[in-house]
């Protein structure tokens, strides 16, 4: 039997004040919550029960993948665990179930199940896949796991310019990689200011 493919999102609890806190400099600590809030559960209601994957919540601080009210009961949770975000996004890769594993952010307003299903096609030829972020991040990330597990997270310079191009450096040419269409998450007000631009925010 195929193993089934394993989408998992990293998320934040949405509390006041410890969520996107570089955009609350720009918009405010209430309105960037009030974002946060509404975006992670748009993507979890979209991305959460589709059948083509088993989803997963990776959840930051750790007691909330064991308690609270933030978001339904499905999908499951998990513990993001303690380290760089490279060493949080590592852990799901070793311990999840046999299947190829994609991991998305959850501040992505474009994000939707199109963009998941590409990222799986695309792990059929290739080993890593990358889903660019305008500001030279990325905003997702998946990995075939076999014939070999890759798990180039280390010394990446996350939340700058050069996470994507790093990243890549660590995987090297030993391994195919697949590149996805270039979204833009909401990180600051610049972010903020575009998506309202485009009238998602109203």
């Known amino acids: ?6 989408l998992v999102i990293f998320v934040k609890a949405p509390r006041l004040g410890a969520v996107k806190t570089r955009l609350a400099k720009a918009i405010g600590r209430g309105a960037a919550w009030r974002f946060y809030r509404a975006a992670s559960r748009r993507l979890i209601h979209r991305l959460g029960r589709d059948r083509r994957w088993l989803c ?18 499905h999908p499951p949770r998990l513990a993001q665990g303690a380290g760089d975000l490279g060493a949080r ?24 199940a199109g963009h998941v299903a590409a990222a799986f096609r695309a792990l059929r030829r ?11 991040g990325y905003w997702l990330v998946g990995f075939r796991r076999r014939p070999a597990l890759v798990v180039p997270f280390d010394n990446v310079t996350w939340s700058s ?23 833009a998450d909401v990180d600051d007000g610049a972010g903020w200011r575009c998506w309202r631009a485009k009238g998602a925010g109203r």
């Not at 996004?89 to 999840?96: F, H, N, S, T």
């Not at 290739?126 to 030279?136: I, L, R, T, Y």
């Open 56 to 73: 997963w919540l990776a959840v930051t601080p750790d007691r909330f993948a064991r308690k609270g009210r933030f978001w339904p009961r």
């Open 1 to 6: 039997m195929t193993p089934r493919p394993h």
């Open 126 to 136: 290739a080993e890593v896949v990358f889903g660019p972020a305008s500001d030279g």
């Open 89 to 112: 996004m590592a852990r799901p890769l070793r311990r999840l179930p046999p299947g190829p594993v994609v991991i998305v952010g959850s501040d992505i307003p474009d994000l939707d």
């Open 161 to 183: 310019a050069r996470a994507l191009a790093e990243t890549r450096a660590n995987i090297g040419t030993r391994f195919r990689v697949a590149t996805l269409e270039t979204l």
